[in-house]
């Protein structure tokens, strides 16, 4: 959400390029997050402490190596702002780090 709300307002001031420069680095940063929560968590921790353990470091190993393959091929595209796709990503993360403070449960 926040990477669609960055490329929205982006979009209105600095035009097309900017938008989906940072509408890909939100989604640079938020699909190998959503990949890790479904592989680490699509069991329950009650079945075993082992299993659940495996599957959280090979969800993690799986989210650090698609994080640094899908940010190589956006960069290695011509058609780039690499500070506005930075500015998306570091922001989005930033956005997922900071909400449990904001939205208290």
């Known amino acids: 959400m926040v990477a669609v709300l960055l490329a929205l307002l982006s979009y ?3 035009g097309e390029l900017t938008a989906k420069s940072l509408l890909k680095g939100g989604l640079v940063a938020v699909v190998p ?9 699509r ?3 009650s079945d075993g402490v082992e299993r659940a353990k ?3 470091l090979g969800g993690h190993t799986i ?3 698609l994080t640094i393959v899908l940010c ?3 960069l290695s595209q011509p058609s ?14 930033l956005a ?6 904001f939205f208290k449960l």
């Open 54 to 56: 495996a599957l959280l």
């Open 80 to 93: 780039l702002q690499p500070g506005a796709f930075i500015a998306g990503f570091v922001i989005t993360l």
């Open 43 to 45: 069991h329950l921790a």
């Open 63 to 65: 989210k650090i190596i």
């Open 72 to 74: 190589a091929l956006v």
């Open 12 to 14: 209105m001031l600095w």
């Open 33 to 41: 997050n959503l990949v890790f929560a479904y592989l680490a968590f």
């Open 96 to 101: 997922q780090w900071t909400a449990p403070f």
